[in-house]
């Protein structure tokens, strides 16, 4: 299957994103944390047993979509995971939406798109993984629906957006790409998070693809959902700008 799009008019050009400002010395220029922060990362690290992931890292995002710029194996996404309260660093602090506590930033937030932790199993039927994640997400007390047309597309619509969303009988293995990640995106905004992180953004190889994801985490932002996201390609920076440029966070 494959996304079929609605007609747009021509996107008029967009100024450069905005780059996190850094003092001479290489430090991010950093004021006290208030309610406009995003993210706020002061002295972030992270190591492994082979060495450091990333950090120490100061920098700080204000803007609704927030984009993460470093090759493959610069610790993108373990900066992603903890900005949503998944990974514990090592050493410094990361603040999200005015949460510091790694429990706290992990119940405001969602995730999409991280091989080993959201992968979808290509034989489920995109109606058994909603109904999973509903499951997951609804108190004990409540009973999981059926999944019906209809709630189908409810659960669709926000990730979808003008776009044609696949059927409840589809199976994941028969969707395109950019259809298998925003029915990721989906799954995550189940839990109504404050913030999304989508991972590997380039790792959708068709430029059209690629177009179509960046202009449906816009839409989520205007909704009021923040986003990060990460991303090798400096020209995908221009396909997440909404008006003002993304924040930027270089590795």
């Known amino acids: 299957m494959s996304i079929s799009a609605p007609g747009h008019a021509a996107a008029a050009e967009t100024p ?6 850094h003092s001479p010395g290489g430090a991010a220029t950093i004021t006290p944390t208030d309610a406009s922060e995003v993210l706020a990362l002061r002295d972030a690290t992270i190591r492994g047993p082979r ?13 609704p979509v927030t984009a993460v710029l470093g090759p493959r194996g610069s610790g993108r996404t373990s900066l992603l995971l903890a900005a949503t309260g998944r990974m514990r660093l090592s050493a410094g602090r990361v603040t999200v939406l005015g949460e510091d506590r790694p429990a706290a930033i992990r119940r405001r937030s969602g995730i999409a798109g991280f091989a080993q932790i959201d992968a979808l199993d290509p034989d489920v039927s995109v109606g058994a993984a909603l109904r999973e994640r509903l499951a997951w997400a609804l108190p004990w007390y409540r009973r999981t629906p059926r999944m019906s047309d209809a709630l189908t597309s409810e659960l669709l619509a926000q990730a979808f957006g003008e776009y044609a969303h696949p059927q409840r009988r589809t199976l994941v293995g028969e969707l395109s790409p950019a259809e298998e990640l925003l029915l990721r995106v989906a799954l995550a905004l189940v839990e109504d998070p404050s913030l999304l992180a989508v991972d590997d ?31 090798s390609d400096p020209g995908d920076l221009s396909l997440l700008d909404g008006g003002g440029g993304p924040g930027l966070i270089e590795l």
């Open 16 to 21: 450069a994103p905005l780059p996190i400002r």
């Open 51 to 63: 060495g450091t992931v990333f950090g120490p890292l100061t920098s700080v995002s204000r803007r």
């Open 201 to 231: 953004l380039d790792a959708l190889r068709e430029p059209g693809e690629r177009a179509i994801l960046a202009e449906r985490l816009r839409a989520l932002a205007d909704d009021g959902i923040r986003v990060l996201t990460a991303t």
